[in-house]
Structures are given as structure tokens and as C-alpha cells.
């Protein structure tokens, strides 16, 4: 609008200043040239109002467009303002604010592995998993003498922040029992390399070749007080183990294996304190070959079933959130790789 009447007034100064050179020149242009110099004159007049238009109209073009082009930008910041505040984004907004303040429990992840056709499937998949979960930390253990430079690729790409140990299987233990007493041995003595004294923790044995829902870690392992418990899906040729639940307390388990087991839990069954499991000495390693190593290590805190927190029984039919799956693959090892990145089996 501004524009508009210093337009409009820069005009009416040109239209007095030519109704005064006409006045000025007119007799003069008249004797010169007669009716020549008039209609020049009279087209000289009408000139300018048009091009005063011209620039009026092109000005009008030029500033609706800029101020399109402004609202288009007013609209797209208020859109992107929009997505940024969704209850989704608050939710991870507030949770970062809620890790960088420390008040949220670290989540620990405990993984032997061994060399297999179907190990990096496996650990990628669960790789993926893991990286989508904020403020965990990942242990996994190699059962061999070396690190291997394939897992741990996958270990730098997930972004995990992650200790890789290397443990040799030791007889007569069950296989993955003394890669889980490396991570432990670890804990206990140098769990302050990955959290601050004081500070809450919760460690869960997750294999890597297991299924999980996400809502396993923040639902149920980050809210772990000392022991936590909940079912797990195809355990042992069985749909699910699980324990049996009345008034928000465990009094048995739903198994089809050995029932009367004091603690009939499956490995990704259960995540325990940080803090209580450092105040013992309680290993894998002192379960007799043979045992089933679930129940031989919780029976060693001296628990009873009214020390065990059960998760997801709130609902009437409740979700299973990990499973007890297994990758199995038969292969002609004697198959050319082609180059590619494989570990095979001899």
C-alpha cells in the first residue's frame, strides 16, 4: 500500500510538470511545426498514464507473488511445527531430556554368540532390534579365542554403544554358560566403563538368535525393581512358558517341562537389577552340568516367588513380547561364497 501512493503521488508530480513544460513550450512548438507538434504533444499525454499503469499492474503481480510465496513459508514452518510437536515427537523429546537428565535405567543386553551359517542374520536382526531402544548398552561375548571383524561390523554399524568380550567354551558347561559369566565378571568389576556409580541398571540375557517386540524393553526390563518375570513364546516345543499369576503374584508356572520347577522360567524370561546382581557372587558356573541354567542361577540369589515382579498380567489376555525362536538353515558347505562376507563352517 506503501508502494501504491508513493506511485500515485510520483505521478500527479510528473502530470504538473508536464502541464507546466506545456505551457512553457507549447507556443513555441506550435509556430515550429504546427498541427504536427499538437498531436505529438497530445500522444506524449497519453503515454505516460499508460505506462504509469503498466508499472502499477506489474508492481500489483510482483508483490501478490512475493507475498504467496511468504504465506507458503508462514504455511510450512506451521505444518513442520506441527510434525515436530506430535504426542509421538514429545514422547521421544521428553524421553531424551528424561536419558540426558540420567533418570531413566540403563538397559544392559547380554548376547553370546558363536560361529554359525546363520550368525550374522541373526545378531543383524537383532542389531536392528536394539538400536531402536534408547540408552542401552550391548555385551556381547564370543565364544572362541579372537574377536570376530564380521560381528563386530555389525556391532559399529548399529550405533550401539557395545563391549565385545571373547570367552572359550569350557567343559562340562553348557554351551553360552561361560560367555554369560564373562559379562557378569565384567559387571561386577567394571560396570562403572559403562554407567556412573549409583546409577539404576537392569541386565537381561538376550540371545541373538530370539524374537522381540519392542515394548519388552520399556515396558517391562527398564521397570525391573529386582527381579523381573513374564512369558515367553515356543519354549521347548510348547506355544509358551509362562508364569502363573494370581492378584499380581507369581504361585506357579504354566509350563509343559518339569512344572514343579521352583523357578520354570525361559532365559529371555527375565531381566534382574544391576545393583542386587553385583551384591553376589552367583554364576552360571556353579550350576552342575546338566541342570537347566535358568532356575540353577535364580536359585542361587535364595529367592522365593514372592521376590518375582510378573509383567503383562494386567491385561486379560496379555501379549507375548519375546520368543524363544531359532534360526535353522541347511547349507552345502562346500558352495563357493562368491566373495561375499560369509563364515563358513568347516
Not at 508462514?74 to 531424551?96: C, G, H, R, V
Not at 542361587?300 to 534360526?327: I, Q, S
Request: hydrophobic share 35%; proline share 4%; glycine share 6%.
Amino acid at each position: 500500500m506503501r508502494l501504491f501512493n508513493s506511485l500515485v503521488s510520483a505521478y500527479q508530480t510528473i502530470e504538473n510538470d508536464w502541464d507546466l513544460s506545456q505551457t512553457r513550450i507549447g507556443p513555441v512548438c506550435g509556430r515550429a511545426h504546427g498541427a504536427r507538434c499538437a498531436i505529438g504533444s497530445q500522444l506524449k499525454r497519453l503515454l505516460y498514464p499508460c505506462l504509469f499503469t503498466f508499472v502499477i499492474c506489474l508492481l500489483f503481480i510482483l508483490q501478490n507473488s512475493s507475498s504467496t510465496v511468504q504465506k507458503t513459508k508462514e504455511e510450512s514452518t506451521t505444518i513442520a511445527a506441527t510434525i515436530e510437536n506430535t504426542p509421538e515427537e514429545q514422547l521421544l523429546t521428553s524421553t531424551k531430556a528424561a536419558l540426558d537428565n540420567n533418570s531413566v535405567p540403563l538397559i544392559i543386553v547380554i548376547t553370546p554368540t558363536y560361529k554359525r551359517i546363520t550368525r550374522l542374520a541373526d545378531i543383524t536382526r537383532l542389531a536392528n532390534t536394539l538400536r531402536q531402544v534408547p540408552h542401552l548398552h550391548w555385551i556381547v561375548v564370543e565364544d572362541g579365542e579372537t574377536k570376530s571383524d564380521l560381528v563386530e561390523a555389525v556391532l559399529k554399524r548399529s550405533k550401539i554403544p557395545y563391549t565385545y568380550l571373547v570367552e572359550k567354551f569350557k567343559m562340562p558347561r553348557t554351551k553360552g554358560w561361560s560367555q554369560r559369566d564373562k559379562a557378569l565378571g565384567y559387571l561386577r568389576k567394571q560396570s562403572q566403563d559403562i554407567i556412573a556409580d549409583g546409577r539404576k541398571a537392569v541386565v537381561y540375557f538376550g540371545d541373538d538368535d530370539n524374537s522381540y517386540d519392542l515394548r519388552l524393553f520399556d515396558d517391562y526390563i527398564r521397570k525391573v525393581k529386582k527381579i523381573g518375570i513374564w512369558g515367553v513364546g515356543t519354549v521347548a516345543d510348547s506355544y509358551i512358558e509362562s508364569p502363573k499369576v494370581e492378584n499380581g503374584k507369581v504361585i506357579g508356572w504354566n509350563v509343559l517341562y518339569a512344572p514343579k520347577r521352583k523357578f520354570a522360567t525361559d532365559m529371555a524370561g527375565f531381566a534382574i537389577d544391576l545393583n542386587f546382581l553385583k551384591n553376589s557372587k552367583i554364576t552360571f558356573s556353579n550350576c552342575e552340568r546338566g541342570r537347566i541354567p535358568e532356575g540353577c542361577f535364580l536359585h542361587g540369589f535364595g529367592l522365593t516367588l514372592d521376590d518375582l515382579e510378573p509383567f503383562g498380567f494386567d491385561k486379560k489376555n496379555p501379549d507375548l513380547l519375546v520368543w524363544h525362536t531359532r534360526t535353522r538353515l541347511f547349507v552345502n558347505k562346500n558352495q563357493d561364497t562368491y566373495g561375499y562376507n560369509v563364515e563358513k563352517i568347516e
